[in-house]
């Protein structure tokens, strides 16, 4: 099981300039989540003869040449990502039914965005999105997985908190970090959904925002009857 992660002091303080709340928390993810990245990412790795080699989540070893299915390595990844993101934030589409079921949700909830964005540069591209598509919430950028930022935004706010993410990697983290979140791993790309096993910390494994919200909404009622009947 992996060890529980610190939250980055870049992170801290964003999360510190944030109003204090006392309501229930959904932390979400963007990419795959909010919009779509893995439509996005194959149409421009097809456009440079390249494709993914299986469809999993990981990117280095599985980003490879379509002609001869040879891996690019880790900097030729890095490298690459980073000139996507660079091309694509300010234009990616959304996830049907995301923005709809998260500004239902937050009469009831506070929504906090926390994204692994590379290029810090291009998170006002990002938020001016995202204000577009009618999805005001604070956005935090972080690097790495997400346990400790996680937790961090949870400190002196009552249960349930909730993650969405797609990551398995981020969801391990905040399952190592803070095991009484209500996990939800969201892939919007059918196949990438397909090919993900649940893991037994994962509560509801989904790419679609009505169901994601019906289950998120039964949380907060199922909540609520415990406290009274306690």
Same mark, same amino acid.
């Given at each position: 099981?992996?060890?529980?992660?610190?939250?980055?002091?870049?992170?801290? $303080?964003?999360? #510190?300039?944030?109003?204090?709340? +006392?309501?229930?928390?959904?932390?979400? !993810?963007? !990419?795959?989540?909010?919009?779509?990245?893995?439509? *996005?990412?194959?149409?421009?790795?097809?456009? =440079?003869?390249?494709?993914?080699?299986?469809?999993?989540?990981?990117?280095? %070893?599985?980003? %490879?040449?379509?002609?001869?299915?040879?891996?690019?390595?880790?900097?030729?990844? =890095?490298?690459? @990502? @980073?000139?996507?993101?660079?091309?694509? +934030?300010?234009? #990616? !589409?959304?996830?049907? %039914?995301?923005?709809?079921?998260?500004?239902?949700?937050?009469?009831?909830?506070?929504?906090?965005?926390?994204?692994?964005?590379?290029? %810090?540069?291009?998170?006002?591209?990002?938020?001016?999105?995202?204000?577009?598509?009618?999805?005001?919430?604070?956005?935090?950028?972080? +690097?790495?997985?997400?346990?400790?930022?996680?937790?961090?935004? $949870?400190?002196?706010?009552?249960?349930?908190?909730?993650?969405? !993410?797609?990551?398995?990697?981020? *969801?391990?983290?905040? *399952?190592?970090?803070?095991?009484?979140?209500? #996990?939800?791993?969201?892939?919007?790309?059918? =196949?990438?959904?397909?090919?993900? &096993?649940?893991?037994?910390?994962?509560?509801?494994?989904?790419?679609?925002?009505? &169901?994601?919200?019906?289950?998120?909404?039964?949380? @907060? #009622?199922? $909540? +609520? =009857?415990?406290?009274?009947?306690?």
């Amino acid at each position: 099981m992996p060890e529980p992660t610190q939250v980055l002091p870049e992170v801290l $303080s964003q999360i #510190q300039a944030l109003p204090v709340s +006392s309501r229930p928390l959904i932390v979400c !993810d963007v !990419d795959e989540v909010i919009l779509h990245l893995i439509a *996005h990412l194959e149409d421009y790795l097809h456009a =440079r003869e390249l494709a993914f080699l299986k469809y999993e989540y990981r990117l280095t %070893g599985n980003i %490879g040449r379509r002609d001869n299915r040879q891996p690019l390595s880790s900097d030729d990844v =890095r490298r690459l @990502l @980073l000139e996507f993101f660079d091309e694509v +934030s300010h234009s #990616q !589409d959304m996830v049907p %039914g995301a923005g709809n079921a998260l500004n239902a949700l937050a009469d009831d909830w506070d929504v906090i965005l926390l994204t692994n964005l590379p290029g %810090g540069h291009n998170k006002p591209a990002r938020e001016k999105l995202l204000a577009g598509l009618g999805i005001s919430f604070p956005l935090l950028t972080n +690097s790495g997985p997400k346990g400790g930022a996680v937790a961090a935004l $949870s400190r002196g706010r009552p249960e349930p908190v909730v993650f969405i !993410d797609d990551s398995p990697t981020n *969801h391990a983290s905040v *399952h190592a970090t803070l095991p009484s979140a209500v #996990q939800i791993q969201f892939i919007a790309d059918a =196949r990438f959904l397909n090919a993900t &096993e649940k893991a037994g910390h994962i509560d509801l494994l989904s790419g679609d925002w009505q &169901e994601t919200a019906a289950f998120i909404g039964a949380i @907060l #009622q199922c $909540s +609520s =009857r415990n406290h009274q009947n306690g």
